[in-house]
Nanobody, 124 residues
Framework: QVQLVESGGGLVQAGGSLRLSCVAS????????MGWFRQAPGKEREFAAA????????YYADSVKGRFTISRDNAKNTVYLQMNSLKPEDTAVYYC?????????????????WGQGTQVTVSS
């Protein structure tokens, strides 16, 4: 059984930064891709960023490109999401996800396990 535990969310003013972390346990971390998704109140869950197994490729939603950076430390079984220049529209619950991702890493159905989420609130 895979467990994913997110941390690092909180309240920040517009223009500020936060770094989210997701620690994984249960399987060989480096064998799987990792993704970050987010869900704002009243909206569907949407893709934010993803990273391949060894970190050789990263993917971003257009809405976060240039502001967010995804990275991973396979020795620590951890994936990070550095979020800079935050905007009120970035307010959401952020979820990390784990999966083999044979297809597009932007699709939620490619991921097999999900964390419980961490709240990010950006005030204007």
């Amino acid at each position: 059984q895979v467990q994913l535990v997110e941390s690092g969310g909180g309240l920040v003013q517009a223009g500020g930064s936060l770094r989210l972390s997701c620690v994984a346990s249960g399987r060989t971390f480096s064998s799987y891709a990792m993704g970050w998704f987010r869900q704002a109140p009243g909206k569907e869950r949407e893709f934010a960023a993803a990273i391949r197994r060894s970190g050789e490729r990263t993917y971003y939603a257009d809405s976060v490109k240039g502001r967010f950076t995804i990275s991973r430390d396979n020795a620590k079984n951890t994936v990070y999401l550095q979020m800079n220049s935050l905007k009120p529209e970035d307010t959401a619950v952020y979820y990390c996800a784990w999966g083999k991702v044979a297809g597009t890493p932007r699709a939620a159905y490619e991921y097999d396990y999900w964390g419980q989420g961490t709240q990010v609130t950006v005030s204007s």
